[in-house]
T-cell receptor, first 111, second 115 residues
Framework: RKEVEQDPGPFNVPEGATVAFNCTYSNSASQSFFWYRQDCRKEPKLLMSVYSSGNEDGRFTAQLNRASQYISLLIRDSKLSDSATYLCAMSEGTAGNKLTFGGGTRVLVKP | DAGITQSPRHKVTETGTPVTLRCHQTENHRYMYWYRQDPGHGLRLIHYSYGVKDTDKGEVSDGYSVSRSKTEDFLLTLESATSSQTSVYFC??????????????FGPGTRLTVT
C-alpha cells in the first residue's frame, strides 16, 4: 500500500459546479499537509497548507480528518482554469522537512 | 513566485555520459531538494540538503550524487546516465527551521532525455 494515495481521476466537472476529492495517508505521524496544483508540463505550485483541521482560501477548502487519515480538497464554483492535477503532500516534521507526495488527482472542468 | 531557477531546462544526452543539473535559489532557504517525476510514480525524492555541505539520500538516490557548496546552489549529478534516468527533474526549496514551515516551492524543472 502506498503511503499517500489519491484517486487519479479524471474528475470531469461542469463549469460552476463543486468538486471534492480525497487524499488518504497511512502514516499517523504526519503533522502538516499541503495541496499543490500542477499544470501539464509545469512545476507543482503550492495551493494551500493545512496545519490544523482545515483551511479555506476563496473557492478552495481543505479539510483534515485525522481519525480517518485523509485530507480533502473542495473546489466551489469551478472555473475552466481550475483544470489541473492536484497533488497532496504531507510532512512528519522530522529532520530534512521531507514531504511525501500522492500521485495526484486530475480535474477537468468543462463548459 | 519563489526565486528558483534550474539549468538546463532541456537536455538530451547519450547513455554513459555524465550530466549535471543546477538549481539556484535567491530566497536564502536552508533546505533544498531534488525530485524526479515519472508517469505512474509521482514525485520521488532523490537527494536533499539541509545546509551547505550537508546532504542526505532520498527514496531513489542510486545513480545520483549531489553537492551544495553555497546556500544558493544545489547540483545534481548523474555520473553515468542511463535510459532509466530519462525524466523530469524538479528542484525544490523549503524554509524550515524554527518557523516550522514545511512548504516546499518548486523550480520550473529540467526535462532530461537519455538516448
Amino acid at each position: 500500500r502506498k503511503e499517500v494515495e489519491q484517486d487519479p481521476g479524471p474528475f470531469n466537472v461542469p463549469e460552476g459546479a463543486t468538486v471534492a476529492f480525497n487524499c488518504t495517508y497511512s502514516n499517523s505521524a504526519s503533522q502538516s499537509f499541503f495541496w499543490y496544483r500542477q499544470d501539464c508540463r509545469k512545476e507543482p505550485k503550492l495551493l494551500m497548507s493545512v496545519y490544523s483541521s482545515g483551511n479555506e482560501d476563496g473557492r478552495f477548502t481543505a479539510q483534515l480528518n485525522r481519525a480517518s487519515q485523509y485530507i480533502s480538497l473542495l473546489i466551489r464554483d469551478s472555473k475552466l482554469s481550475d483544470s489541473a492535477t492536484y497533488l497532496c503532500a504531507m510532512s512528519e516534521g522530522t529532520a530534512g522537512n521531507k514531504l511525501t507526495f500522492g500521485g495526484g488527482t486530475r480535474v477537468l472542468v468543462k463548459p | 513566485d519563489a526565486g528558483i531557477t534550474q539549468s538546463p531546462r532541456h537536455k538530451v544526452t547519450e547513455t554513459g555520459t555524465p550530466v549535471t543539473l543546477r538549481c539556484h535559489q535567491t530566497e536564502n532557504h536552508r533546505y533544498m531538494y531534488w525530485y524526479r517525476q515519472d508517469p505512474g510514480h509521482g514525485l520521488r525524492l532523490i537527494h536533499y540538503s539541509y545546509g551547505v555541505k550537508d546532504t542526505d539520500k532520498g527514496e531513489v538516490s542510486d545513480g545520483y550524487s549531489v553537492s551544495r557548496s553555497k546556500t544558493e546552489d544545489f547540483l545534481l549529478t548523474l555520473e553515468s546516465a542511463t535510459s532509466s534516468q530519462t525524466s523530469v527533474y524538479f528542484c525544490a526549496i523549503s524554509e524550515g527551521g524554527l518557523a516550522g514551515r514545511y512548504e516546499q516551492y518548486f523550480g520550473p524543472g529540467t526535462r532530461l532525455t537519455v538516448t
